[in-house]
């Protein structure tokens, strides 16, 4: 790929010449670029797959650009990086899952009360975080949602039921974004 300083014959130009170069205008430069072409033979299941979450990305950034939640588009805006648009702004929230860094467990004791806490983090906004008590044995013991604390990082949860059997038992973090892709972290106590 190549760019022009919009020079007298590349000025404005925009299109594509012959199926073999592509002209395009993006941030006041033309961009010349190899014409894409059509793969021979059938996609792989994991290249089906890859195509159909592109898809769907797609869809979800021509939603976002119809101003049909006009907060959500001016949320986008407001992190819009250098030469970055609104629609490939929200295909890469879609593209991109929450990470749960890490489930701090040191004030949780097992007992009702006791507190645990999660950072999760994601390339726009973690909207939830839920999680999941198992009992040493492997039964679920509780689930609910964490609650997001100031510095916009950290969740935390406070256990609603005792635990007797404290070692062993198994933590579950599940963190959530705005397009609804989910991140998670287990932690054995």
Known sequence: MADSNNNIITSGLRGTIGKELVFRNWAGKTIVAKAPCKRPGRPTKAQAVIR???????RYGKAILSN?????????RAVLQPRQNLYTRALRDFLSAPVVQQIENGQYTGQQGSVITV????????????MEIYMADGTLLETGQAVQQLNGLD???????????LYGSRIKAIACDV?????SLELIV
């Open 119 to 130: 950072r999760a983090t994601d390339d726009f906004r973690v909207t939830e975080v839920c």
């Open 155 to 165: 969740w935390t949860y406070t256990a609603q039921r005792d635990n007797p059997l």
């Open 52 to 58: 159909d979450r592109f898809f769907m990305a797609a």
């Open 179 to 183: 397009p609804g892709n989910t991140g």
């Open 68 to 76: 049909a939640d006009p907060a959500m588009a001016d949320a986008y």
